[in-house]
């Protein structure tokens, strides 16, 4: 049982660390019609930013702060840059020449990024603490084994996500953001001006993506694989619904857990290496049973 | 002009042209002025240019690949068409498209304050004016927390007028508000029109395909046939004319008409277009 428990708990905090990737996707997805497929490039090209000026502010007084305060700076004007380039002269044109732009946009920030900051491994400390504990010792024999890295990574996911979730639910620039979402047209007519409304989401992606980046480095390294994360976000937003942040969030859960679980449990029977494809089988199952995913929009109409 | 007491013109159209996607020519050359505090129909059959007139006022048109090839639109003296919608809103002219266009996952109360957007942060006053527009909607207030998806359409008419009405515009582009809706709400609706006309100031530049609705509560009107306008006028003037009476009131002094004397019609109607 304590076994079985310790997995979950593996399998959950890896699924935190999909959710983040897949809920940058969803918000601009939300915010745009636009499938952004260059998400996993800004986890890259924000996690390296972050981790190369940590080393050059080294000799400054508080490296990690200042670097990060950089980097946020650096993914807004991102945003900025992208809008005004990209988003700008190809509104109203089909989703489909978008998504093709954010293609260009991923090539460009993959190859931008390590140009600029290079292209080998770095570590990245930020001061999460490695070492792991027992917790429930009392409940089960010899407790739960949790790594505290793992913990400190969920801590800081389920912030952004509180965050995020005020940010929409109760400011009027996050209400902005839904009307968007909903309505452009009508969003329009009451004054709400797209450019702006892109931006701002393509910042909130790019700050997401900074948090992804941040901890998935801490724990692997910043390195060009960072940049494939995405495509476990795929299938993660298959699952939880392409328009749905709690899908995103409910998805990479689901993904995480499933992976681990279906390693320990049905590897010994039809052999190893289950994690690598578990989440496209189950994505492909959703395609086939439940396309629009767990959460996909309730599109409300009236009859 | 219409009416013969002088009041102070505060939008003026000026002979507009509008092509959509380069090619499609929907209107071709509109002409028309709305004075301080009036209400003001747009008049004519589907397909005649009322809602892409009202669009290249606010400037929506971009969004649908229209432009505005000729002619100029000025507000209080100054030309908006080249104007981003969000600045026309600004200026003081909001629209509330045809088919109200709320936003279905947002509650009734959230619609309204995201027509509160291009004001920034004044809370109080944001607070007061939506006590304002629940006093005119009252029905909105028993429905503030539903998702504005689930209400009734005469509901979301409202949402959209008092939404627009919470950006504290100084004019209306009203697109077809009887849209799909009882004889009775329509009538709510108008009279809510009518009321925001006098207490609040508003004027409202108002599309509408209910020849007889609309005539009863604006002071004025044009009539569009064709992308052109081709009549204007008091109310009670074009309520009286005998082709306005035939062609968009149904009703015709001489009784039941024989098929010869439909095609009699059509070819006096040429005139007009």
């Known amino acids: ?303 | 002009m219409t009416g013969t007491e002088a009041g102070r013109i505060m939008l003026s159209v000026k002979n507009i042209e509008v092509i959509y996607d380069h090619v499609i020519l929907v209107l071709k050359g509109v002409s028309l002025d709305v004075e301080e505090g009036r209400i003001v129909a747009l008049l004519g059959a589907n397909g005649a240019g009322k809602s892409t007139t009202l669009k290249a006022i606010s400037n929506l048109l971009s969004a649908e690949r229209g432009d505005v090839t000729k002619g100029s639109i000025i507000f209080d003296d100054q030309r908006i068409d080249q104007l981003n919608p969000s600045l026309v809103v600004k200026r003081g002219i909001v629209q509330v498209m045809e088919g109200r266009h709320c936003f279905a996952h947002l509650t009734i109360e959230e619609n309204l304050l995201t027509g509160a957007f291009t004001r920034g942060g004044a809370r109080a006053e944001i607070a007061n004016d939506l006590e304002k527009v629940y006093s005119y909607f009252p029905r909105l207030k028993q429905r503030r927390s539903s998702l504005a998806g689930y209400t009734s359409g005469g509901e979301q008419q409202m949402t959209a007028v008092g939404r627009a009405l919470m950006a504290r515009p100084r004019m209306i582009l009203l697109d077809e508000p009887s849209m799909g809706l009882a004889p009775q709400i329509v009538a709510e609706i108008f009279d809510i029109v009518q009321n925001l006309n006098k207490k609040e100031k508003v004027s409202f530049l108002l599309a509408e395909q209910n020849t007889n609705v609309a005539l009863r509560h604006a002071d004025c009107g044009y009539i569009l046939e064709n992308g052109r306008v081709v009549m204007d006028g008091p109310s009670a003037d074009l309520a009286d004319n005998e082709d306005v009476k035939e062609f968009y009131l149904g009703i015709s002094t001489a009784g039941r008409k024989s098929y010869r004397d439909a095609k009699h019609y059509r070819r006096r109607k040429r005139w007009l277009a």
Do not use: C
């Open chain 1, 1 to 303: 049982m304590a076994f079985f428990i310790e997995v979950l708990i593996s399998g959950l905090m890896a699924g935190v660390l999909y959710s983040l990737v897949a809920l940058g996707f969803v918000l601009i997805f939300k915010a745009s019609g636009v499938f952004n497929f260059a998400q996993g490039a800004m986890v890259l090209f924000a996690a390296l930013t972050f981790v190369r000026l940590i080393d050059i502010l080294s000799e400054t007084f508080a490296p990690i702060l200042l670097s990060l305060a950089i980097t946020i700076v650096v993914m807004i004007v991102l945003a900025i840059v992208i809008e005004r380039l990209v988003l700008r002269p190809l509104v109203n044109q089909p989703g489909i020449s978008l998504f093709m732009a954010t293609l260009g946009i991923a090539y460009f920030l993959d190859g931008f990024g390590q140009s600029i900051w290079g292209s080998d491994v770095y570590a990245l400390d930020i001061g999460i603490p490695k070492d792991s504990m027992f917790i429930l010792e009392s409940v089960f024999e010899g407790g739960i084994l949790v790594s505290s890295e793992d913990l400190v990574a969920t801590l800081i996911a389920g912030v952004l996500v509180a965050t995020l979730a005020i940010f929409f639910q109760r400011t009027r620039v996050g209400r902005a953001l839904r009307a968007v979402a909903d309505d452009h047209q009508a969003a329009q007519s009451v004054g709400i001006p797209l450019n702006y409304i892109w931006v701002v989401v393509w910042s909130v992606a790019g700050l997401v993506a900074l948090v992804a980046g941040a901890v998935w480095g801490s724990k692997l390294g910043v390195q060009f694989s960072l940049s494939l994360i995405a495509l476990k976000a795929l299938p993660v937003l298959i699952l939880g619904g392409f328009e749905s942040v709690v899908g995103a969030i409910v998805g990479g859960l689901i993904i995480g857990v499933g992976e681990k679980l279906s390693e320990i449990y049905l590897g010994p029977i039809i052999g190893g290496g289950i994690e690598n494809w578990f989440a496209y089988v189950l994505a492909l199952f959703f395609l086939l049973f439940r396309p629009q995913g767990l959460f996909g929009e309730k599109h409300i109409d009236r009859v």
